[in-house]
């Protein structure tokens, strides 16, 4: 054995995928699908009947999770298809930057700065309005596939 120590360079993350395998089949309405590359909550399903060479056919419509943008994709049933993996998570707002960024305070004390304000004006107007108000804000952040966005709001009473 030498006593040299192997050092291995990797720019993987913890190994844990975005995605996981789902039956097309098996996936309903307000389950989450990707589409195009893009993590989408299913609005509609419809399967058509095994044709000639036989395969169910799923024709999804998803509303894309962070643009809103509408997608379709249509898939034999029998197929897998990739589910993101979502997760919603509540943060209390601390502050609000010049630059549109949000500071938010972690369950473990710890901030996270890396969040800009919502797209959304009417979530952004409540927020903006609620944190001049002076009250407390917790957000709601959604996050899938590396991306993560505020999705909602709640008022826990003044500060």
Same mark, same amino acid.
């Given at each position: +054995?030498?006593?040299?120590?192997?050092?291995?360079?990797?720019?993987?993350?913890? &190994?844990?995928?975005?995605?996981?395998? #789902? #039956?097309? &089949?098996?996936? @309903?309405?307000?389950?989450?699908?990707? %589409?195009?590359?893009?993590?989408?909550?299913?609005?509609? !399903?419809?399967?058509?009947?095994?044709g000639k060479h036989g395969h169910a056919k799923c024709h999804f419509v998803g509303i894309d999770i962070f643009t809103g943008k509408k997608l379709e994709d249509i898939l034999p049933?029998?197929?897998?298809?990739?589910?993101?993996?979502?997760?919603?998570?509540?943060?209390? $707002?601390?502050?609000?930057?010049?630059?549109?960024? !949000?500071?938010?305070?972690?369950?473990?004390?710890?901030?996270?700065?890396?969040? @800009? $304000?919502?797209?959304?004006?009417?979530?952004?107007? #409540? %927020? *903006?309005?609620?944190?001049?108000? &002076?009250?407390? $804000?917790?957000?709601?952040?959604?996050?899938? +596939?590396?991306?993560? #966005?505020?999705?909602? $709001? *709640?008022? %826990? &009473?003044?500060?």
């Amino acid at each position: +054995m030498s006593d040299e120590e192997d050092h291995f360079e990797s720019k993987a993350d913890a &190994g844990a995928s975005k995605t996981y395998p #789902q #039956q097309a &089949g098996t996936i @309903r309405k307000n389950g989450y699908i990707v %589409i195009k590359g893009r993590p989408c909550k299913v609005v509609e !399903v419809s399967t058509s009947k095994t044709g000639k060479h036989g395969h169910a056919k799923c024709h999804f419509v998803g509303i894309d999770i962070f643009t809103g943008k509408k997608l379709e994709d249509i898939l034999p049933s029998s197929h897998n298809c990739d589910v993101p993996h979502v997760n919603r998570t509540d943060y209390q $707002l601390i502050d609000i930057s010049e630059d549109g960024f !949000v500071s938010l305070l972690t369950e473990n004390g710890n901030t996270k700065d890396d969040l @800009r $304000l919502p797209t959304d004006d009417n979530l952004l107007t #409540q %927020i *903006k309005d609620g944190f001049a108000e &002076g009250k407390d $804000l917790v957000v709601s952040v959604m996050s899938a +596939m590396g991306e993560e #966005q505020i999705c909602g $709001l *709640k008022d %826990i &009473g003044p500060k």
